[in-house]
């Protein structure tokens, strides 16, 4: 190894100068060598990282440590499987959602085009139950998940009551856990919203702390629920407002009236 300080000063190197172009080239090498090791992280293969994570940069003649990009979409998916939506993301794709009907094209439609929406967009379908409405929400949220957006799945119905249990102190931790994820994470489908015939203060409020979060960050949110905008309206009107205002005043959300069979025009 030579040191050609002189050709690049135009001085005489001291011992300190050689001594320290020394120390870098070896923390190049070790840098490079701990960039070269193979981790054995789950869920995605990373280039970048190796699957270790992390990955190593030098700053200020130190290595620094930095953690890699893809782990939002690590924890995204470790999420999912937990939450037993892994599976349904396999099946419920957009290619076997079934088009039996012209509103089931113009939902498909809809759903498709809401991948190329600007973000912070609001997808929103609601009424008639069996019409699919969960199965195209699901093959949107994969459509995100595959274009390395993090994600987060909320069933409404069965979290709101683990989350509404989490109200004293000692469980603030563990109602953090789950709630602000759903405040932060780039994308998210709320399965099943409003639920319950009457919903309860709580659960309103609730439904209010994740909406208004999402709506003031521009942040990418997908909603399926069995009541329509109008019922949702009756319910809260601050959530209706920020719902619809995000949909882009209705292009993006999706009114089945209860009894599609009879009238199976969208509103
Ligand atoms: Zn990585």
Request: contains cysteine; glycine residues 6%; proline residues 3%.
């Amino acid at each position: 190894m030579t040191f050609d300080i002189e050709g690049l000063t135009g001085h005489t190197p001291t011992p300190e100068e050689i001594e320290k172009t020394k120390s870098m080239d070896l923390l190049q090498m070790q840098i490079k060598a701990d960039n070269e090791a193979q981790g054995y992280l789950k869920y995605y293969d990373c280039l970048k990282c190796k699957n270790k994570g992390v990955y190593y940069i030098e700053k200020d003649g130190k290595e620094l440590t930095v953690d890699c990009e893809c782990m939002p979409l690590r924890n995204s998916i470790e999420a999912l499987e937990k939450s037993g939506l892994s599976s349904a993301l396999k099946k419920m794709t957009f290619d076997n959602y079934t088009c039996g009907s012209e509103w089931q094209v113009q939902i498909k439609e809809k759903a498709m085009s809401f991948l190329t929406a600007p973000e912070g967009c609001f997808f929103f379908i609601g009424g008639q139950s069996g019409a699919g409405k969960t199965h195209i929400c699901t093959a949107l949220l994969k459509g995100f998940l595959d274009n390395k957006k993090s994600i987060r799945y909320f069933k409404w119905a069965d979290d709101l009551n683990k989350v509404l249990s989490l109200s004293s102190s000692e469980s603030r931790a563990e109602r953090a856990e789950i709630i602000e994820p759903l405040k932060k994470t780039d994308v998210i489908y709320i399965d099943d919203f409003f639920r319950s015939k009457i919903p309860s203060q709580a659960e309103i409020k609730l439904a209010f702390e994740i909406i208004n979060a999402r709506y003031t960050q521009d942040l990418t949110t997908i909603i399926s629920s069995e009541k329509t905008t109008k019922e949702i309206k009756m319910i809260d009107e601050a959530i209706f407002s920020r719902i619809f205002e995000r949909t882009n005043k209705g292009e993006y959300y999706i009114d089945l009236p209860h009894n599609p069979d009879k009238n199976q025009r969208l509103n």
